[in-house]
């Protein structure tokens, strides 16, 4: 059985989605780490009975800010890291650290649109097919091999919040069966 840790930085919808079906598995969240104080994945940890770490990037560098997270996930032992919807870029030498062991999810179907806006640059660039990509993470925005895409063919005129719904959903589904499966992989 595995430990996992997820990395948020604002709403949380993904972190409490993986972290809904991961309870129901043999395996065990071990924390929650986010570096906004305020983040609402906060109170979703509490209610899910996950601890949880606020690790601030400010008025410090990223080196000591990632010593910090790399302490906790020592404590934690934590052997999977998932990154959902986690704002920083992490530095090569934190995922060469944990090098196959981070992993990341996209609101497009990459290569298109890394960083951020994806969705609505997905929906303005007039593509017909819309998703989602779960990928390793290489110290990159967005780059590192892909483990699963899902996609959908966008409905003429079909508004933008029924185009996030759909990605949103998609997402809920898949990345906790990705993570499920490297939980259960991992040696
Ligand atoms: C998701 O769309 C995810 O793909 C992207 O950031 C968003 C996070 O949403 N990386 P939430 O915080 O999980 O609700």
């Given amino acids: 059985m595995a430990r996992l840790a997820i990395f ?12 809904e079906e991961i309870q129901k598995t043999g395996h065990t969240i071990s924390c929650l780490i986010c570096d906004r104080k305020k983040a609402y994945s906060f109170e979703r940890a509490k209610n899910l009975g996950i601890k ?11 080196e000591a800010a990632e010593q910090e997270i790399a302490e906790i996930i020592e404590k934690e032992k934590a052997d999977i890291i998932a990154l959902a919807g986690f704002m920083r870029i992490l530095s090569h030498q934190f995922v060469e650290k944990y090098k196959n062991r981070i992993v990341n999810i996209h609101p497009s179907l990459l290569p298109k649109y890394p960083g951020t806006g994806a969705i609505e640059k997905s929906y303005n660039s007039g593509d017909e097919e819309l998703g ?37 959903n998609l997402e809920y589904t898949a990345y906790p069966e990705v993570i499920k499966n490297l939980l ?4």
Wanted: a negative charge.
């Fill in 8 to 19: 948020a930085s604002g709403n949380g919808s993904n972190f409490q989605a993986i972290a």
């Fill in 52 to 62: 949880s770490y606020y690790v601030p990037y400010f008025e410090r560098s990223k």
């Fill in 132 to 168: 989602i990509t779960i990928h390793y993470v290489d110290g990159g925005v967005d780059t590192g091999p892909i483990i699963r895409q899902e996609s959908f063919k966008r409905k003429f005129n079909e508004p933008l919040e029924e185009i996030e719904k759909k990605i949103h």
């Fill in 184 to 187: 259960d992989s991992y040696q």
